[in-house]
């Protein structure tokens, strides 16, 4: 097995200067990996998966999300770019995708691969994967989405088992269309950039650090929300560049729900929003679903549409997207596997057995190295978690009493940390200030006591 990263590349990233310390994001981050220390958050990077959810929620912007800039172009000879249909969805059906292509080639690309066509392959690899594993445990996990699967990693590694092992469909893209342009074109691959247009920071950290390759095509991301203003104002009307596209059933991964049409799956469920995620695979680890074949799993809200680097209102971007898919629809046989076969002819598309990387658990809780000395820190945790107050209210800065009882052990936080151990602390202070004030002798002024032993000579 692969030895794990000790450190973690992440796209999310924080800017102190800008947080409040309001301790909103703590509580809204799925890995217990922010903690509020001394008026400001910090990210503990072994926990974070990059799902955004902190930066979505954040009231003062405090978050960031690091994506390439178009700069980067200048460095390859040969620019290819994959826009998913999460790019397409910003913009009304009205706009044909011929006018979206051009406008990418306007603003520097010179080749345009469409991400749903790969979808399509992807799709029925997870049928037959589906049906070939029917009698296993159940449901199967879509592999899709970078966040959900850094979360089984560190939350539910029980569940790896059932993450059904294909490569998402913007990898198998770039893996396709970087071997077949630089044999096209008789360039070295190097010289070939490979781009996608990411609307979400979870798919630029893939990138980075793969959790489903083992060497990605892709060079690097750029924000949708950025793209799309560029685009804007480069929308262009020729219709000369020879696209790949995919057919609706592609198109339609850009929609929660979309993955499990194409793969033409009838008993399955799909999930959006990592809180509703964490929620699913809770009940899937606890074997509650075995009914079920198949769930798609999307961190964002509204899933890819709903993500951080979106431009458009994920319910407007839904509706344009639907309509899409509905017009093209319109011109394919109703049979869905007939449809597609109309776009699948690429020579020699990827599989992805061949270039899968196992996913691997990677622990979130290790107290120490030491097997030993973690044994006596676990021990000592529950001790100092018996007697905190277990209401989880996140006051310390800590997303639960569990997290702050861990940190205390770990030396980086203090049990006056949690304000009701402060409160007692401080009660308990000022008992014992009362008593030893109650110790000191009386001190009286010496003209009082001049006064007391006149009164008591006269008496
Ligand atoms: S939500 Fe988190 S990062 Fe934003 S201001 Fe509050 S504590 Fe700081
Ligand atoms: S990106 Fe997600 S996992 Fe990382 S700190 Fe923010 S909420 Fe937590």
Redesign the pocket.
């Known amino acids: 097995m692969a030895p794990q990263p000790t450190t973690y590349f992440h796209s999310v990233e ?1 800017q102190r200067k ?9 509580k809204l981050c799925p890995t217990e990996a ?1 903690r ?1 220390r001394n008026g ?2 910090e990210i503990l990077g072994d926990r974070c998966i990059d799902c955004g959810a ?1 930066a979505a ?4 912007h ?2 960031n999300v690091k994506t390439d800039t178009l700069d980067g172009l200048a460095d390859y000879a040969y620019n290819i770019v994959l826009p998913a249909p999460s790019l397409y969805a910003q913009f009304p059906d009205n706009i044909p995708l011929e006018s979206i292509w051009q406008g990418l080639h306007n603003i520097g690309f010179d080749e345009i691969f469409d991400v749903s066509l790969a979808s399509e392959y992807i799709a029925l690899e997870i049928e037959e994967y589906v049906k070939k594993n029917s009698n296993g445990r159940k449901p199967l996990i879509s592999s899709t989405c970078p966040a959900v699967m850094r979360l089984i990693q560190v939350k539910f590694p029980e569940l790896i088992k059932q993450v059904v092992p294909v490569l998402p469909p913007v990898e198998a893209a770039a893996i396709y269309v970087k071997r077949e342009a630089a044999a096209r074109k008789q360039l070295p691959k190097e010289l070939i950039g490979v781009w996608f247009i990411s609307p979400c920071p979870s798919k630029e950290t893939n990138i980075r650090q793969s959790v489903d390759v083992h060497h990605t095509e892709l060079t690097g991301s750029f924000s949708l929300s950025e793209i799309y203003g560029l685009l804007l104002k480069n929308l262009g009307g020729t219709h000369e560049l020879n696209v790949r596209t995919g057919s609706s059933y592609g198109m339609a991964w850009g929609t929660y729900g979309g993955e499990i049409e194409s793969a033409g799956i009838t008993n399955g469920l799909a999930i959006h929003g990592i809180d509703n995620v964490y929620d699913l695979l809770e009940q899937v680890s606890m074997n509650k679903m075995p009914q079920l074949d198949y769930v798609e799993c999307s961190a964002c809200k509204g899933g890819c549409l709903g993500g951080l680097l979106a431009a458009e209102n994920k319910f407007v971007a839904e509706c344009n997207l639907r309509r899409r898919i509905a017009g093209l629809r319109e011109q394919e046989p109703a049979d869905r596997r007939e449809a597609m076969a109309r776009t699948m002819v690429l020579e020699n598309f990827p599989h992805s057995e061949a270039y899968r990387k196992k996913l691997v658990a990677r622990p979130m809780m290790q107290l120490d190295d030491d097997i030993m000395e973690a044994m006596k820190k676990f021990e000592r945790m529950e001790e100092v978690l018996c007697s905190l107050p277990g209401l989880d209210c996140g006051a310390c800065g800590a997303p639960s009493c569990q997290g702050l009882a861990e940190d205390i052990v770990q030396g980086k936080a203090h049990e006056i940390d949690c304000i009701f151990k402060l409160r007692a602390s401080v009660h308990k202070l000022s008992q014992g200030m009362l008593e030893l004030a109650k110790q000191i002798p009386i001190y009286h002024e010496p003209a009082e006591i001049n006064k007391t032993e006149a009164d008591n000579d006269e008496g």
């Open positions: 924080l800008k947080c409040q310390g309001c301790v909103s994001c703590v922010i509020v400001k958050a902190c929620g954040c009231p003062y405090a978050f």
